[in-house]
C-alpha cells in the first residue's frame, strides 16, 4: 500500500521562502509527484521527481530522498498568488497493474503581506 | 490543445435524482481517470481508462457509479440515486501513457456537485 503525511496548514510572508514536506511509505516507488490547487479549481502539475536530489524550476524547487522516503517542495520569493494548496503524489510502482495516483491530503499554504 | 475540460462546473440536485457529468480530455491522450475530493482532502481515485477499456475501478465506486468512454475520447460518469455523501468535487484527469510508462496527468477543472 501507499501512505502519504503533509502538515495540514502553512502560513509564509510575502517575499519569504518557505518549504512544504511530504513523507511517505510504499511497497514499490515510482516517482513522486508535487500539485498546486486553488481554492476551487483543478491540481495543476509543478514537479515530477524519481531520482534522489533537488530539481529546480524557477521560483519553485522540489527534494527527493528516497532512503528517507521523505520530499520537500521549496517556494522561494513567495507572491500572494502562491496561496494554494499543495499536494504531494505517489503514483503505482511498476508491477503494480494500477494508474492511479494516491494523493496526501494537501498542505494549505497562506500567505500573508 | 485547450486542456481537459469538464461540465458542468456545478450542478445542483435533489436527494434520490440521477446526475451525469462529462469530461473531454487532452486530444492525444489516450489514458482518461476520475477522482473524487472532498474538502480537506486530496483527491481520491474512482476509475481508469485506457482507450475505451475501463481497466481500473476503486471500491469506492460503487453500484449507483457508472462510468463510460464509449469512442475513446471523452467519457461519462453517472451517479444515480444521489445521497449527500455524494457532494463532493469530481475531477477528470487525462494522460498519454505507453506500456507500463510513468507520467503526468493534467487535471480538469472539476464539476462540484451537491446534493440537497
Known amino acids: 500500500g501507499q501512505n502519504i503525511d503533509q502538515p495540514t496548514e502553512m502560513t509564509a510572508t510575502e517575499g519569504a521562502i518557505v518549504q512544504i514536506n511530504c513523507t511517505y511509505q510504499?511497497?514499490?516507488?515510482?516517482?513522486l509527484f508535487w500539485y498546486q490547487q486553488h481554492a476551487g479549481e483543478a491540481p495543476t502539475f509543478l514537479s515530477y521527481?524519481?531520482?534522489?536530489g533537488l530539481e529546480e524550476k524557477g521560483r519553485f524547487s522540489s527534494f527527493l530522498s528516497r532512503s528517507k522516503g521523505y520530499s520537500y517542495l521549496l517556494l522561494k520569493e513567495l507572491q500572494m498568488k502562491d496561496s494554494a494548496s499543495y499536494l504531494c503524489?505517489?503514483?503505482?510502482?511498476?508491477?503494480?497493474?494500477?494508474?492511479?495516483?494516491?494523493f496526501g491530503k494537501g498542505t494549505k499554504l497562506s500567505v500573508i503581506p | 490543445d485547450t486542456g481537459v475540460s469538464q461540465d458542468p462546473r456545478h450542478k445542483i440536485t435533489k436527494r434520490g435524482q440521477n446526475v451525469t457529468f462529462r469530461c473531454d480530455p487532452i486530444?492525444?491522450?489516450?489514458?482518461l481517470y476520475w477522482y473524487r475530493q472532498t474538502l480537506g482532502q486530496g483527491p481520491e481515485f474512482l476509475t481508469y481508462?485506457?482507450?475505451?477499456?475501463?481497466?481500473?475501478k476503486s471500491r469506492l465506486l460503487s453500484d449507483r457509479f457508472s462510468a463510460e468512454r464509449p469512442k475513446g475520447s471523452f467519457s461519462t460518469l453517472e451517479i444515480q440515486r444521489t445521497e449527500q455523501g455524494d457532494s463532493a468535487m469530481y475531477l477528470c484527469?487525462?494522460?498519454f501513457g505507453a506500456g507500463g510508462s510513468q507520467e503526468t496527468q493534467y487535471f480538469g477543472p472539476g464539476t462540484r456537485l451537491l446534493v440537497l
Open positions: 484527469a487525462s494522460s
Open positions: 510504499t511497497s514499490g516507488f515510482n516517482g
Open positions: 521527481n524519481v531520482l534522489d
Open positions: 503524489a505517489l503514483p503505482p510502482y511498476s508491477g503494480a497493474g494500477s494508474y492511479q495516483l494516491t
Open positions: 486530444s492525444e491522450h489516450n489514458r
Open positions: 481508462f485506457q482507450n475505451e477499456a475501463q481497466l481500473e
